[in-house]
C-alpha cells in the first residue's frame, strides 16, 4: 500500500507506527509554512471535551473483534480502494493497539474509528496517533475529536505522556483537528515517507 496521504476530503493520521512504514527501531506493544515548535504546550484541557454532549447518541466504546467489518467499510468509504488499509492490516492493528482502537457510535451505529499505539525507543516509551477515519455524512459534529480525546485519555491511563502523529503540510483537516487537541509542530521532514512525502512531525503532551 503506497505511503502516501488520502483525498484531502478525508484526511488522514499517518504516524511512524503505520503498517506501511513502521519505524524499524520501534516495537509495539499491544498492553495498552509551520517552523519547528511554532505553538507552546498551554496544559491541556479535561480530556473528554464537549464533543460528545454536542452530538446526541455520541458513544465511544473499545473495537471488538466482531467489529473490524464495520472498521474495514469506514476505512473503504473514507479513503477509497487506492488508498485504504487492507482487512488484514487492520487486524494487525487490533493484535497490536487494541486497548487503544476505538469506535464511535450514533445510534448504535458504528459511524468511526481511531487506532493508537506505544511504541518503545530503548527506554523511551511514546503514544503515536495511527489511523482516524469518520463516514462523510457524521463529519463535522465533533466524532473524530471525541475519539482523538478519548484515545489519549487511553494513553495517559497506560503512563504515555507524550502522543505523536504525522500529517502533510498540506493537510488542512488533519492539521486543524491536531491543533484542536493541542498539539504542537516539533519537526518538518521533507521525505519522511520518501522522495516527495514531506511530513510535519506533531506532538502533544499531557497538560500539568
Known sequence: MPPVDPPQDQPRLASAGTVEDSHRRCSFISELGLTRQE??????????????????GLSIRGCRPADLDDVYRIEQTCYGSAHALQRIALTQYFDLCGPAFALAEISSEVVGFVVGGIAVDNDCRIGWLLDAAVLPSFQGRGVGQALCRHVLDRLVNFGI???????????????????????????DIAEYFGPGQRRLLMEWRRGD
Open 161 to 187: 505522556p507524550t502522543v505523536r502523529a504525522t500529517v502533510a503540510p498540506s493537510n488542512e483537516h488533519s492539521l486543524k483537528l491536531l491543533r484542536k487537541l493541542e498539539f504542537c509542530v516539533l519537526d
Open 39 to 56: 505553538e507552546c504546550y498551554s496544559g491541556n484541557q479535561r480530556l473528554v471535551g464537549d464533543e460528545m454532549a454536542s452530538t446526541p
